[in-house]
């Protein structure tokens, strides 16, 4: 609700008091236009309160990234296993005039590798999010407790209705538990 998207080419004057949120909306997924980025945007806006520490994880664009930045959140990390994610992450929080320490974007496979895990994993975060498809969000799951610190919440979407009992079961058996659906 307080978000407009933006494309990088567009220049908009007026934004009717909403944050802009500046992307080049090339190959990598979160454009803003899907309903469960969108959820995730609207998420955002009721967690960042100020001041926290937030992850991404399967960034994409980086859109949920500059979303938490553009409400006040401390710092964003952005981490995606494409490459090409990581430069695109990158030169969009740039747009949005974040850079460096408070937004970093990496490469990496949190699921498959411990190391690239626990080194990203970074003494826990206040908000971890991850906008991927469901299959993802279930080899995920094990990983992201550490991720997580005391009594944060993890912001997931991107499932299917017909794979929600399947990603709730793989949550709750990382020990986490679901507050909505």
Do not use: K
């Not at 990598?28 to 995730?40: I, K, N, P, R, V």
Request: glycine content about 10%.
């Amino acid at each position: 609700e307080r978000f407009l998207v933006v494309p990088q080419w567009l220049r908009v004057e007026d934004t009717e008091g909403r944050l802009p949120v500046i992307l080049d909306l090339g190959l990598t997924f979160g454009t803003g236009a899907h309903d469960s980025t969108q959820m995730c945007m609207r998420a955002l806006e009721r967690l960042v309160r100020g001041g926290e520490r937030v992850v991404d994880l399967g960034s994409g664009s980086g859109i949920l990234s500059i979303c938490a930045l553009r409400l006040g959140a401390h710092s964003a990390v952005a981490i995606d296993i494409d490459p090409a994610a990581e430069h695109i992450a990158t030169e969009n929080a740039a747009r949005n005039g974040f850079e460096a320490p408070r937004f970093r974007a990496c490469t990496g496979d949190v699921i498959r590798d411990r190391q690239t895990m626990e080194r990203l994993a970074d003494g826990g975060y206040d908000i971890v999010c991850a906008n991927i498809v469901a299959g993802v969000l279930i080899d995920l799951a094990p990983v992201v407790p550490a991720f997580l610190r005391e009594g944060a919440p993890f912001l997931c979407s991107g499932i299917l209705l017909e794979r929600e009992a399947e990603v709730r079961t793989a949550l709750e058996v990382a020990g986490l538990r679901v507050a909505e659906a």
